[in-house]
């Protein structure tokens, strides 16, 4: 179906999704649990002081980070304030337990049934770590003065119900991925950086004092937007060729035919920067167990030293350690994935052979010598967008916007998906699609 002349193919093919009625349902259920998710992330827990909240972020740099996978529900504290980071770090967990653990292993192997065995296990994993880290949090805000003291069972049902929402976003999440468009786990993350987003600009106006600054910034962050767009989308084609044997006309014939394998430069995606951050932050939030504003200790140094927001030289030492270990993780994780692919067996057993080389440990041997070379891009594309708000904001000397380079990946990544998915769809359709 060709576009009508003079409008826009992206809004043509808008049009034809809503045109087309089982896509339009999937628009609509996603659009549908994306406003059901941004009304539980206002349902606030009892006994909180907002104000005090408000205070208590305005001072710690780091709750800032971790309200990121919460859509805002941390700011306001509400049943909803873990979003999803329980369920990111169980399935991690589990995806370096798996090459581990030899039951594991076989689970893999066992096709559709075997990864919803594993599957499951991660979301009851999921339970135990939203429960720590939920009654991590609240401890550490009765500490602040941001929640009312409670008693055993207050503070259980304050824990359950922090469960809950996480458990229920999870839920929605894979009901989008289900019944939707694109991957709902990332949805839910993307809808709540997506709704920070005004927050973001009205504090842009806050900067109108220093116009040069606030148009290199937003200058800065266009290109690392299209940055993160090239080596999203950027690989290296393996060629591969199969022969196959074909009975005809009760004679044998050999045939052949040729594809290849696209390995991404940044295969890891965004995995290597939440490792990263998870580390880097982790020293400045146990210090905020035991810092005390009244009388400084020396938790209060740890948490200046791991800080975002901390001053120059320290600031050269957060953002120094964070770039290697984004650098550090991408390898680290590249190859785990990589290996648990299995793709030279599988090219043998399929019997693909790549020109020139000899199938088994010859073929292993050159794809881990491509997938090294060109993760070293991956590594340093990703390692540069970890310390670009650190990079922009020294420039630019705009503090007032907080930046955040795993957000962007986020965003990026999600809409490029999702385009993705709802091109194949109109394609599948026979209409024409919008990506070139």
Known sequence: MRPRQGRPKLLQAMLDAFSLPDLRRKILITAGILIIFRFIAHVPLPGVDLDALGALFERNALLGMLDLFSGGAMRRLSVAAMGVYPYITASIIMMLLVPVIPRLQALSREGES???????????????????????????????????????LPMIAMVASMVAGT????????????????????????????????????????????????????????????????????????????????????RMYRQSGSTHIPLRVNSSGMIPLIFAMSLVIFPGIVASYFSN?????????????????????????????????????????????????????????????IPGIRPGKNTATYLNGVINRITWGGALFLASIAVMPFVVRTITNIEVIQLSSLGLLIMVGVVLDTMKQLEAQLVMRRYEGFIK
Do not use: C
């Open 293 to 353: 504003p009244m009388q400084p200790n020396f938790a209060n140094t740890i948490m200046q030293v791991f800080s975002p927001n901390a001053p120059l030289p320290l600031g050269l030492f957060y953002w120094g350690l964070y770039f290697l270990l984004a650098m550090g993780f991408t390898f680290f994780y590249t190859m785990v994935v990589f290996q648990q692919q299995d793709l030279p067996n599988t090219l043998q057993r399929q019997g693909g052979f």
């Open 167 to 250: 458990i229920l976003l999870v839920w929605m999440g894979e009901m989008i991925t289900e019944y939707g468009i694109g991957n709902g786990i990332s949805i839910i993350i993307f809808g709540g950086i997506v709704a920070g987003l005004p927050t973001m600009i009205s504090q842009g106006f806050l900067a109108r004092d220093n116009i040069g600054g606030l148009f290199v910034y937003i200058l800065m962050v266009v290109l690392t937007i299209a940055v993160i767009v090239v080596f999203t989308e950027a690989h290296r084609r393996i060629p591969v060729q199969y022969a196959k044997s074909v009975f005809r006309s009760g």
């Open 114 to 152: 075997g990864r919803n065995r594993i599957n499951l296990i991660t979301h009851w994993l999921v339970i135990p770590l939203a429960a720590v880290s939920g009654y991590g949090q609240l401890v550490y805000l009765q500490r602040e003065g941001v929640v009312s003291s409670v008693g055993v």
